[in-house]
């Protein structure tokens, strides 16, 4: 059975940084596309970025257009979300997903578990 498994998140100050990382269990992640979402308390799940299935094609919602960096890494079956200059909206638990290449939660048919990222002020 294919599992996500979500790393990376923690307690940062704002104008920090993290690196989330999404691993695939029981199969390979190549050629998979990927997307993030993220969740605040209170909140609807919100899509944050996704890279398509050659990594040729990238979007991102512009609330973190220029601080944020979708990859993957083939080698290592895992794909990535560098958040940088953090700021404390940027406070949620983070999940990756596969199945699609879009920025609607309902298109994507495997979640991860989520990780926790919370931005201090």
């Known amino acids: 059975q294919v599992q996500l498994i979500e790393s990376g998140g923690g307690l940062v100050q704002a104008g920090g940084s993290l690196r989330l990382s999404c691993a695939a269990s029981g199969r390979t992640f190549n050629n998979w596309p990927m997307g993030w979402f993220r969740q605040a308390p209170g909140k609807e799940r919100e899509f944050v970025a996704a890279?398509?299935?050659?990594?040729?094609?990238?979007m991102y919602a512009d609330s973190v257009k220029g601080r944020f960096t979708i990859s993957r890494d083939n080698a290592k079956n895992a794909g990535h979300l560098q958040m940088n200059s953090l700021k404390p909206d940027d406070t949620a638990v983070y999940y990756c997903?596969?199945?699609?290449?879009?920025?609607?939660?309902?298109?994507?048919?495997?979640w991860g578990q989520g990780t926790q990222v919370t931005v201090s002020s």
């Open positions: 890279i398509n299935r050659s990594g040729g094609s990238i």
């Open positions: 997903a596969t199945g699609a290449y879009s920025i609607w939660a309902r298109d994507y048919n495997l």
